[in-house]
């Protein structure tokens, strides 16, 4: 699991805990500014795989309510839980300016979004405590580079969030079947998704949290679809 921070230089920071705390590239010369808390968690909540267990959804509301994060980007969970969580956050949130989105993953056999074993869909999502920013939409897709012998196509999502200074999250869940298609697709979001949000608008940070299947060290690696110079 990996939470990324990418700052208008394309600096990238990057950590293998649950949570972290980014602080904006303007922080420093915005009064008040105050470092963004990240909680990433891959709840494997399909009912399909082997370690689901049932909890992970009210274990995760908790973890919410105990650490009050700013974003939450999640991966492996069926569209309801989003609302869960966001309600979650709400609880403990002041403001009533929490909000959430989720993107399906697709099913490779039938292209329809691929299902929990429950009959929901399945994929990936973010919680906010702060509202999308007025005129932004929330994107995501499907990534070009897919394991064909896997029917699980992978997605990504990102979104603007009207925090002070503004930031946008974006969160993915990269295949682990294959390296090689990891990789690819850790390219495309840094060379397209990432790279398009940039020439919108530099001065916005990007903070991206997922479960990337690149470890430091692999062959490829994660290092090896990050910018150049991050």
Same mark, same amino acid.
């Given at each position: ?26 922080? %420093? ?30 274990? =995760? =509301?908790? =973890?919410?309510?105990? &650490? ?28 009533? &300016? ?92 840094? &060379? ?37 110079? %991050?």
């Amino acid at each position: 699991v990996v939470v990324v921070c990418l700052a208008a230089c394309l600096a990238a920071c990057a950590t293998t805990t649950g949570s972290v705390a980014v602080t904006p590239p303007s922080a %420093s010369s915005s009064a008040g500014a105050a470092p963004v808390r990240v909680l990433q968690l891959n709840l494997c909540n399909s009912g399909i795989a082997g370690c689901f267990t049932g909890r992970s959804t009210a274990v =995760a =509301a908790a =973890a919410i309510r105990a &650490g009050r994060p700013d974003l939450v980007t999640l991966n492996e969970v069926c569209r309801d839980d989003v609302a869960v969580l966001e309600r979650a956050l709400a609880e403990v949130v002041p403001g009533g &300016g929490v909000s959430s989105a989720f993107q399906p993953a697709r099913n490779g056999r039938n292209g329809e979004p691929y299902r929990c074993r429950n009959g929901d869909q399945y994929g990936i999502g973010l919680v906010s405590r702060w509202p999308s920013v007025p005129g932004s939409s929330a994107g995501g897709g499907i990534y070009p580079a897919q394991d064909q012998e896997d029917p699980k196509e992978r997605a990504w999502l990102c979104r603007d969030v009207a925090a002070s200074p503004e930031v946008a999250v974006c969160t993915t869940h990269l295949a682990y079947t294959k390296r090689e298609v990891a990789s690819a697709q850790c390219r495309y979001l840094f &060379g397209t998704v990432v790279a398009g949000m940039r020439a919108r608008d530099r001065a916005v940070p990007v903070v991206l949290g997922g479960d990337l299947n690149l470890g430091n060290g692999d062959s490829p690696d994660l290092k090896a679809c990050l910018p150049a110079g %991050s």
